[in-house]
């Protein structure tokens, strides 16, 4: 075309090359999802090989779109080159923030974990900075403990001591003393004589091993320091 290539011309061609990018891109994601759990057998090997396929089509179609269009740009008129340079960084802009706006509605566990506490269903809608989960640790539990005033002074940062839990009486749990608490609880209205004294308790709290996962959140746990 003597004159340059027509505008909708370029803009059809364009429009193809955005399409044919996007699914580039959706095919590689796609496959880096199917490669991953093709490595622990979750998928077949057909799966995997189709998903690897589309990625090899869609990168060729891309390729083509693209050369299709830089043909175009080299007949194409100068006013037209500037509005399609324009369309395609608008294009851009808006494709970058539907992406963004796809991986921030993925919610990801900011930790390894157990979920313990779940107060919203699927399909719910919920406000910004609601609480939709709880994740626990549970490879290590803790237990607060309470302990007489005579005793506290036998009481260690890093002390040991053996748990013991109704459900399995004759098993040990091992601990270790993390935290004393500098004021007393349960403290009676107005102590008086050295008697009341001895009531006051101070809150221990002991971080105890569960590798195996048997203490449960709100079992009943007794502690015996060492």
């Known amino acids: 075309m003597l004159n340059g290539a027509?505008?909708?011309d370029l803009n059809s061609a364009e429009e193809n090359v955005r399409q044919?990018?996007?699914?580039?891109?959706t095919a590689k994601?796609?496959?880096?999802?199917?490669?991953?759990l093709f490595?622990?057998?979750?998928?077949?090997?057909k799966q995997y090989e189709d998903s690897e396929s589309r990625v090899i089509i869609t990168q060729a179609q891309y390729n083509s779109a693209k050369q299709n269009l830089q043909k175009?740009?080299?007949?194409?008129?100068?006013?037209?080159?500037?509005?399609a340079k324009a369309r395609v960084d608008q294009a851009k802009a808006q494709m970058?923030?539907?992406?963004?706006?796809?991986?921030d509605s993925y919610i990801v566990a900011p930790v390894p974990g157990t979920v313990t506490y779940k107060p919203v269903e699927e399909g719910e809608l919920i406000g910004t900075g609601a609480t939709i989960a709880r994740i626990s640790r549970l490879e290590k539990v803790e237990l607060m403990i309470y302990v007489n005033e005579t005793e506290l002074g036998k009481v260690k940062l890093g002390s040991h001591a053996d748990v013991v839990i109704d459900t399995y009486p004759d098993k040990n749990y091992s601990a270790t003393v993390i935290y004393v608490s500098p004021v007393a609880e349960f403290t009676p209205r107005n102590v008086q004589t050295k008697d009341e004294r001895?009531?006051?308790?101070?809150g221990v709290k002991l971080e105890v091993e569960n590798t195996n996962g048997e203490l449960k959140s709100g079992m009943p746990a007794d502690a015996y320091l060492k």
């Not at 175009?72 to 509005?83: G, Q």
């Open 96 to 103: 970058n923030l539907t992406k963004k706006q796809i991986v």
């Open 72 to 83: 175009l740009h080299r007949f194409a008129r100068p006013e037209d080159i500037s509005a």
């Open 29 to 36: 994601s796609d496959f880096e999802r199917i490669k991953e």
């Open 198 to 202: 001895t009531k006051l308790v101070f």
């Open 39 to 45: 490595s622990t057998n979750s998928v077949s090997k």
């Open 6 to 8: 027509r505008s909708e």
């Open 20 to 25: 044919a990018e996007s699914s580039f891109q």
